[in-house]
């Protein structure tokens, strides 16, 4: 019989990674990054391709942390 634990927390994993990567890309869109391009040109599409690439890495980042955080915090608990 197949452990539904795994099936809840890779569930629970995936979701984090997309909360968090929702929130790296809406706190970048406060930053003006189009000023790191060239001037006088506007390539919306390629810096809406950078804003979204930013989000994931720094999303997945940031979730990575908090779930390993979590886990070593659980692991303190159950060893007490």
């Given at each position: ?33 189009e ?12 810096i ?29 608990l159950?060893?007490?």
């Open positions: 019989m197949v452990n539904t634990y795994y099936g809840l927390d890779a569930l629970g994993r995936i979701i984090t990674h997309f909360i968090f990567i929702y929130l790296a890309f809406w706190s970048l869109q406060s930053m003006k990054l000023n790191l391009f060239k001037p006088n040109i506007q390539f919306n599409g390629q809406r391709f950078v804003y979204f690439f930013l989000a994931i890495m720094l999303g997945y980042t940031a979730s990575s942390f908090f779930q390993e955080l979590l886990l070593l915090t659980k692991n303190l159950l060893g007490l």
